[in-house]
């Protein structure tokens, strides 16, 4: 079964920017969209962004909209979570994954999730 793959976590100042990758293990991507999710111990997995394949039409948490930007590269199976303006608020293990819907927000209706990329923000 495919897998995403994120990278580009770490450990970043408050305010600044970090930029975090996802792209399926060895195959193409074959969902309609893709969504970034982030999860704090003991909490429920959180919807960050989305976007939906074909035509690139994002839409996303109020928590982090105009601070955050997903966006995807069709020729290289990839997409990005470009996060600015960066707060503690913002630390997580950060999944992207897959689903066969065009707008959902619910981690029920996606797949292939990732292992997770972790970065903390630190004030």
């Known amino acids: 079964q495919v897998q995403m793959v994120e990278s580009g976590g770490g450990l970043v100042q408050a305010g600044g920017s970090l930029r975090l990758t996802c792209a399926p293990s060895?195959?193409?991507?074959?969902?309609?969209?893709m969504g970034w999710f982030r999860q704090t111990p003991g909490k429920e997995r959180e919807f960050v962004a989305g976007?939906?394949?074909?035509?690139?039409?994002?839409y996303y948490a109020v928590s982090v909209k105009g601070r955050f930007t997903i966006s995807r590269d069709n020729a290289k199976n990839t997409s990005y979570l470009q996060m600015n303006s960066l707060k503690p608020e913002d630390t997580a293990v950060y999944y992207c994954?897959?689903?066969?819907?065009?707008?959902?927000?619910?981690?029920?209706?996606?797949?292939?999730w990732g292992q997770g990329t972790q970065f903390t923000v630190s004030s």
């Open positions: 976007i939906t394949w074909a035509i690139g039409m994002t």
């Open positions: 994954a897959a689903t066969s819907s065009y707008i959902n927000t619910s981690p029920r209706e996606f797949y292939s």
């Open positions: 060895g195959r193409t991507f074959s969902g309609n969209a």
